[in-house]
């Protein structure tokens, strides 16, 4: 078989794809490994004048066993085939992979790409031009590969042996930290409420920060969800009194805050661990029957709640999932026309500073013609709901704005056609669709006889087959880019239009189809009444571009809208 041509660079290529990733933290000196690998990647960078460019995966333990959950490392993976790549460095090879399959891959793409490996360890480089540096690096892999599978090993070995002893694993339930024998004891951490949401964390004994603060303990807080559980208050009343009283809740980076209906859930469902006894399932997923909950044996030495009050948590919790037979059936929700697309800006602001999907909250239709924000969460925001005739009328100027008039598609065509590169001429398009998939073809058949031979895994070959149908499916319904984007601008102009005549004759039901259809999400702030921001759908996302550029349609806007929308693509803001 003759060797596969090596692919040369631009000479004024100097881009050097760097990645740092972190694994499990032990100790400290895990928690710096991070700056210890970009300082030695930044000397090989200084010493062979290459521009770095960072890929990092250090938010939390990432395994290197895996490429799923390496979103660093995929973005890096997808610019590797770029023409002003020239290097990829990393600290040492398991932080790329502990897969021994996988390194030998990268080995080969790198070798045919022209890309040059590196390692910035000066203990554990490797001259990947040799064959001895090669035989070596499969061999570090092998052996990565093997730590990596006996840590987990050992890992599940420890975390079974923490159960039989009845000591849980991971965080411990809100409210309780582990004692020097590991098993759970009140917290006696907590914050201080200054009033309107704003705490100070703290331990108990501490100074008062201010005259009038409240002190209570995460332990207190703990408990006073589960009394309020056991008597019958819902969660989302549970929130609404603990936020009065002045109970804090702590997330799980450590910051103290209000408490909201799905941490009310996570309490109550830890009734088992507060009694003293580690069940094998996750504590929000279990589900009990009054019969069970009643043989269950909780630990009064080990619990850390009165046993009593936490059966009751439990009877209660079955008591509400059940229908009682009188009860009947909660009817349908209502349809709003912007329900599941509308958000509550204040928290949209919350879930980007924490970098968390947790914190954004839609916001709910309810009877009264209002749209209302989420119960039993709390943003900064003061008002908690909003007219449907505030907010949909907001959303129509937006929807007259985007409109355009017949006589301007012509336009926005040949606008098209100069922003997006010309398509090859339909010949050359369909020779090159033609033997790119006899190509993809070939690739299937000889990575079946590879697999046949047992020249590789049988997971290398369904990855080998997985991208090559993905690539041939690709190339069957391939057309050109400008075709694409005339397909697409044709589709959102007609979408958008019927949106625009359904609005005012068509069904709430039909109205949200539209909606969800063009639109991805809508931002509404409720303090001040009006919409802050929007986003059409990824493929609608060109026709923006295209509209910002035409020239105002003075008939199409229509009476002056009453909000000002902010876009991150440049379309003309609606103002007062």
Not at 563 to 570: M, N
Request: with cysteine.
């Amino acid at each position: 078989m003759s060797p596969k041509k090596r692919i040369s660079k631009n000479s004024d290529a100097r881009t050097a794809l760097c990645y740092i990733r972190r694994s499990m933290v032990r100790d400290e000196k895990d928690l710096v490994s991070p700056e210890i690998q970009r300082q030695n990647i930044l000397r090989i960078c200084e010493l062979s004048g290459y521009v770095p460019e960072w890929y990092e995966d250090i938010d939390g333990h990432r395994s290197g066993m895996h490429e799923t959950g390496r979103p660093g490392w995929l973005a890096l993976k997808a610019r590797l085939n770029d023409d002003d790549v020239v290097a990829l460095v990393a600290n040492d090879l398991s932080r790329l992979h502990r897969k021994g399959w996988r390194v030998g891959d990268l080995l080969d793409f790198a070798d045919q790409r022209g890309i040059h490996l590196i390692l910035a360890d000066p203990n554990k480089q490797i001259d990947f031009s040799t064959p001895q540096g090669r035989v070596i690096a499969q061999l570090s892999a092998i052996f990565d590969e093997w730590y990596a599978v006996d840590v987990s090993l050992r890992r599940k070995a420890n975390i079974a042996h923490r159960k039989a002893q009845q000591i849980t694993v991971g965080l411990p339930p809100f409210g309780t930290k582990r004692g020097q024998d590991g098993y759970l004891i009140p917290n006696n951490e907590g914050a201080w409420w200054l009033g309107e949401d704003q705490w100070v964390p703290g331990v108990a004994g501490d100074a008062q920060p201010q005259p009038g603060a409240v002190w209570h303990s995460y332990y207190e807080t703990a408990r006073r969800v589960l009394e309020l559980y056991a008597e019958g208050v819902g969660r989302t009343r549970i929130c609404e009194r603990l936020r009065a009283e002045g109970y804090p809740y702590r997330d799980r980076k450590g910051n103290p805050g209000n408490m909201d209906v799905s941490a009310v859930r996570r309490v109550t469902s830890n009734w088992t661990e507060y009694g003293g006894i580690v069940l094998d399932s996750r504590a929000t997923a279990r589900h009990f029957t009054h019969d069970e909950i009643t043989s269950t044996v909780l630990n009064p030495e080990r619990a850390v709640f009165d046993t009593g009050l936490l059966k009751q948590v439990a009877h209660m919790a079955v008591d509400r999932a059940l229908l009682r037979p009188d009860a009947g059936r909660r009817a349908a929700a209502s349809v709003y026309p912007l329900s599941g697309l509308i958000y509550c800006a204040h928290c949209e602001t919350l879930a980007s500073r924490e970098r968390s999907s947790v914190q954004r909250s839609k916001l709910i239709g309810v009877k009264g013609n209002a749209y209302r924000h989420r119960q039993g969460l709390y943003c900064n925001c003061h008002r908690r709901q909003s007219k449907r005739s505030v907010v949909e009328g907001q959303f129509r100027q937006i929807i007259s704005q985007l409109s355009i008039a017949p006589d301007m598609l012509d336009m926005m065509k040949t606008l098209a056609s100069e922003i997006v590169p010309q398509a090859p001429l339909s010949q050359d398009v369909d020779a090159k669709r033609t033997a790119a998939i006899a190509k993809c073809r070939r690739k299937l058949e000889a990575a079946r006889h590879l697999y046949e031979d047992g020249e590789i895994a049988r997971d290398e070959y369904l990855r080998r087959r997985e991208n090559n149908e993905r690539e041939i499916a690709q190339w069957t319904s391939y057309t050109s880019e400008t075709a694409q984007v005339m397909v697409e601008l044709m589709v959102c102009v007609e979408a958008l239009r019927k949106l625009s005549v359904l609005w005012d004759a068509g069904s709430d039901v039909h109205r949200n189809e539209l909606a969800l259809s063009l639109f991805d999400h809508i931002i509404f702030d409720l303090d001040q009444q009006r919409i802050v921001d929007f986003q059409l759908k990824s493929w609608a996302e060109k026709f923006l571009v295209l509209r910002a550029n035409l020239p105002a349609d003075e008939e199409g806007l229509g009476e002056a809208p009453k909000v000002t929308i902010v876009t991150p693509i440049g379309l003309e803001p609606i103002t007062n």
